[in-house]
């Protein structure tokens, strides 16, 4: 069971019992105790960038903690498939034709939405195996998109969008914008569809993302820094991107069949429970309310933020090729750059270096680079390098591929 960490540090300071795991703390009792369980609740608030979580029993929140998911998967494969397309058209040996070589042809969802599933999934099966007899409570997001726009939309509307009755998208947005340039305002001129959000900048192809202007208006004058398209783009919050509620459908199906036994919840009711209990509007305090407790009479000052951290750069070759140089590549720094332990110290272990405790985040000549808590480099008081002396480091914990940050609530 769960205890204070008042009873953790006597049961330490006394020897009955040990540090099982740093993170989360996890002790181990030495002598043999009775069967002396409590129902516990345990509350996840799924979401596309934070995953709430909580742990309570008997009005007694027990734990709370955030994980927070990678955002950064797609454009990291985007990275992938040009380096990939250029090694490919730069290196002319024969490779041998490939074919129905493709995971899309069976159960297959995109690389960032799977990665935030199974992250979803890991953490809830982790906190289940942490608690005994523990009773699940999840809720998930329900989204209507085409109800989201349109609040009376029923029956065949929903296979005849906004857009049914015209030539192509394009010809709907000249329609909406009465055939107008939105930048001069004028009529009668040559018209094209611009993206207000660039799609490279993470824009959708929706109708609501585009927007007419004249061929004259649709230059680079305005593209640029300080230009009209760019304010546009500050305001972004004109335009609805919707790019979280296909993920909280799929990631509601998929939690639907893996766990049967969990008690779902759908949000509306969340935020009133919250208010009444007087929490502020977080996600590990939604999870709290989630778990099911009406009123609270003992809560903690500290919760537990989650973060994935990389510990290695994988690719195999340089962005940038090196065909036509002069010289070939003899000292290739990129193995280097990629050191992943040296001297008994591997990367994202947590050390204390000058009276302050982080995280390594890299290694250079007997040396590492140490991050503290609030993202900013441990350095020696009045020295500009951020090499650390090896020596000077004292280790505390290995962390693996995540990091753990206690920070206080407010
Ligand atoms: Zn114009």
Not at 33 to 62: F, M, P, R
Not at 95 to 105: A, G, V
Not at 290 to 302: A, K, M, R
Not at 381 to 392: C, D, L, W
Request: net charge positive; proline share 3%.
């Amino acid at each position: 069971m769960p205890c204070t960490q008042r009873k953790a540090r006597l049961l330490l300071k006394t020897g009955k019992a040990k540090i099982y795991k740093y993170n989360p703390f996890t002790i181990q009792l030495k002598y043999v105790t009775g069967e002396n369980k409590q129902e516990c609740h345990v509350g996840i608030d799924t979401g596309s960038k934070y995953i709430g979580l909580a742990v309570t029993s008997e009005n007694k929140v027990l734990f709370k903690g955030e994980v927070e998911l990678r955002q950064d998967v797609k454009s990291k494969i985007d990275t992938k498939r040009i380096y990939r397309r250029s090694r490919r058209n730069r290196k002319t040996r024969y490779r041998r034709c490939r074919f129905l070589n493709r995971k899309r042809f069976g159960k297959w969802l995109p690389p960032s939405l799977q990665n935030r599933i199974n992250h979803t999934f890991k953490w809830i099966d982790k906190l289940c195996s942490f608690i005994p007899e523990s009773i699940l409570h999840i809720e998930v997001g329900k989204f209507d998109i085409a109800k989201m726009i349109n609040s009376e939309v029923h029956s065949v509307d929903y296979s005849q969008g906004q857009t049914y009755g015209y030539q192509g998208e394009r010809y709907f947005i000249f329609a909406r914008d009465n055939y107008t340039c939105q930048v001069c305002g004028e009529r009668n001129k040559p018209l094209q569809t611009h993206h207000i959000i660039y799609v490279s900048n993470g824009g959708t192809n929706r109708v609501d993302n585009q927007i007419t202007v004249c061929k004259n208006c649709h230059n680079s004058t305005n593209h640029k820094n300080g230009g009209i398209f760019y304010k546009w783009q500050k305001e972004h919050k004109k335009v609805k991107q919707y790019k979280e509620p296909p993920f909280m459908n799929v990631l509601r199906q998929q939690i639907l069949n893996q766990y049967p036994q969990a008690l779902i919840t759908y949000g509306f009711e969340t935020t009133i429970k919250r208010k009444n209990i007087g929490l502020e509007k977080t996600h590990y305090n939604d999870a709290i309310v989630i778990s099911g407790v009406s009123t609270i009479s003992e809560n903690l000052h500290e919760w537990l933020l989650i973060r994935q951290f990389r510990k290695k750069k994988r690719s195999l070759h340089e962005g940038v090729p090196r065909k036509g140089r002069k010289e070939p590549n003899r000292i290739q720094k990129r193995n280097s750059k990629n050191t992943p332990y040296y001297r008994g110290f591997y990367l994202n272990d947590k050390v204390s270096v000058f009276g302050k405790s982080g995280y390594i985040t890299g290694f250079t000549n007997s040396g590492a680079y140490v991050k503290g808590v609030d993202g900013e480099y441990i350095v020696l008081p009045n020295k500009s390098y951020k090499r650390v002396n090896i020596a000077s480091l004292k280790f505390i914990c290995h962390n693996n591929n995540w990091q753990y940050i206690t920070k206080n609530a407010v």
